[in-house]
């Protein structure tokens, strides 16, 4: 996964930001926003279809089966470890 350093400068407007923070690019085109609370990017547009979307509403609505939030993350970083 490719990262991006903030500055101490940026961290510190989006830590004092009241709401959702804009990110442009250098030339002002607009990337998404990061919510200060959250830390999640929130994309400009839904970047699912509306089928996408229906079928991970069926899916959530159905008897399982249902892994935690930690499973999966032990599952993920089994991959991990697995390549390195």
Do not use: K, Y
């Amino acid at each position: 996964m490719t990262h991006i350093t903030l500055t101490p400068e940026q961290v510190a407007a989006i830590d004092g930001a009241d709401g959702l923070v804009a990110l442009r690019r250098p030339d002002g085109t607009f990337v998404g926003w990061i919510s200060p609370n959250t830390r999640f990017i929130i994309p400009n547009e839904i970047p699912f279809t509306p089928e996408e979307i229906a079928a991970a509403e069926r899916q959530a609505e159905s008897d399982g089966p249902w892994s935690t939030t930690r499973e999966m993350m032990e599952h993920l970083r089994s991959l991990t470890d697995d390549h390195q």
